[in-house]
């Protein structure tokens, strides 16, 4: 079984959905991290903020989720060792290239790249 493809986007803070316009998908749920406040006696106003922000950030992971499983993949395949073919390396450097990879250091600093942007993008650090 896989998971629902790529790419997904943070929505109202915490709801991550599916962003694919290129095939006519937006909007369908991948799950909610929670609501923006926690209700109850004695709940300060601080802590509220505190689970707001948990919840965004929490969002914000889950939505890189795709990305990230693709770069570290990328990092594996040329680390391990290349058992791809040509064709299934170009569509995995899709996100990152359009020239030609086929040598491996320069394979490997654009993965290394890549991995470190949507890591920011995890983070929130666009």
Known sequence: MTSTPGPWVVKYGYNVVVDDREKGEFGRGICSTGSYSEYGPGVTNARMRQVRAENEANARLIAAAPDLLNALSLLV???????????????????????????????????????????????GQE
Do not use: C
Not at 92 to 107: C, G, K, L, N
């Open 77 to 123: 395949e040329l680390i391990a060792g290349d058992q791809r073919s040509e064709a299934e390396i170009a569509r995995a450097f899709a996100p990152i290239a359009a020239e030609d990879y086929s040598y491996w250091p320069q394979r490997l600093a654009k993965a290394i790249t890549y991995a470190d942007e949507v890591m920011s993008k995890a983070k």
